[in-house]
């Protein structure tokens, strides 16, 4: 069993940055693909970016291409999320994702991720 603890969030101006962690319980966390999703009230859960365990390759939706960026230190179990020029649109709770490697780390959908941490909120004001 998984378990994932976000940090990081909190209010800051647009254009600004913001960089999260996800800390990983599992000692063998490295083999698990990670991902971040974020979800705003009354809106699904969506993908932003993750990052394969075996390549350390990368898949970004198109909202946050070249803004935001993902990376993981294993040695450490850690995950980031590194967000740049932020908007107000980019304002929600952010989700730390992990799935075994055997599954597609671009899957765009929740219910391919099997572990979750509990969320912490990133606001972008105008």
């Known amino acids: 069993q998984v378990q994932l603890v976000e940090s990081g969030g909190g209010l800051v101006q647009a254009g600004g940055s913001l960089k999260l962690s996800c800390a990983a319980s599992e000692r063998t966390f490295e083999v698990y693909s990670t991902a971040w999703f974020r979800q705003t009230p009354g809106k699904e859960r969506e993908l932003v970016g993750s990052?394969?365990?075996?390549?350390?390759?990368?898949y970004y939706v198109d909202a946050v291409k070249g803004r935001f960026t993902v990376s993981r230190d294993n040695a450490k179990n850690l995950v980031f999320l590194q967000m740049n020029s932020l908007k107000p649109e980019d304002t929600a709770k952010y989700y730390c994702a992990a799935m075994p490697s055997s599954k597609p780390y671009t899957a765009s959908s929740p219910d391919m991720w099997d572990y979750w941490g509990q969320g912490t909120q990133v606001t972008v004001s105008p």
């Open positions: 990052i394969a365990w075996w390549s350390g390759n990368t």
